[in-house]
């Protein structure tokens, strides 16, 4: 076990290693917007734009995150934060669905992200880390703003652009969004600050429900 934690820290200190992740991470994202652009002045659907942006202020974000005072060196934490991340880059436009009108989440979904974005600042990451514990914003309310606007986001894109391969991944999505969630808490938990705000926020996605 402390083979495979000192292998992962080299790994994640590696600059070579940095740079083909952001270069792998920037071809995919690059693929996705053209697709959805492409989608957008074919069908005139807005919502194709939206997603896309999403996707790109996730992306700008990570770039100018803050240096966490700790980062999980668990490999699962790492490979559910890479999967989550990629999953829904790999959404297709199909040009129909089950109820166009599903594009009214993801314009909801991106004003969730957009405030939650706002009240997080630049305490932003992929894995699992220990950075300024945020209560402020939408953080009061749920302890987890910016997955559960995704959750509206992933139902959205589904209603506008339903195919077997987009349901696949919206399912895996979710899946691995929730693994996070729990995963992410294990390790948060370790600061007394964040058990403290973790008894004060009761719900992780859903006032009331979860």
């Known amino acids: 076990m402390k083979t495979t934690t000192s292998t992962l820290r080299t790994l994640r200190t590696s600059r070579l ?3 083909a992740g952001a270069l792998l991470l920037a071809s995919v994202w690059i693929m996705f917007c053209y ?10 659907e807005f919502s194709y734009l939206l997603f896309a942006a999403s996707e790109s202020l996730v992306a700008m974000l990570f770039l100018l995150r803050d240096r966490p005072a700790a980062v999980s060196d668990a ?3 790492w490979l559910l934060a890479l999967a989550g991340t990629a999953t829904p880059m790999l959404f297709t436009p199909v040009g129909s669905g ?10 909801a979904g991106v004003v969730l992200q957009i405030a939650g974005l706002l009240s997080l600042n630049r305490s932003f990451g992929l894995v699992a880390a220990r950075r300024t514990v945020k209560t402020g914003g939408l953080y009061r309310v749920v302890r987890h703003p910016l997955y559960a606007s995704y959750l509206l986001m992933y139902a959205g894109y589904l209603l506008v652009n339903t195919s077997l391969a987009n349901g696949l991944l919206v399912l895996l999505g979710v899946a691995l969004l929730m693994a996070r969630i729990v995963r992410e808490e294990r390790f ?6 964040y058990l403290g705000y973790m008894d004060r926020v009761k719900y992780r996605l859903i006032p009331l429900l979860f």
Do not use: N
């Open 35 to 44: 697709s959805h652009l492409l989608a957008w002045q074919h069908d005139g």
């Open 75 to 77: 490999p699962l934490d």
């Open 17 to 19: 290693l940095h740079a």
């Open 188 to 193: 948060l938990a370790r600061d007394v600050q």
């Open 98 to 107: 089950l109820l166009p009108a599903g594009a009214a989440l993801i314009a």
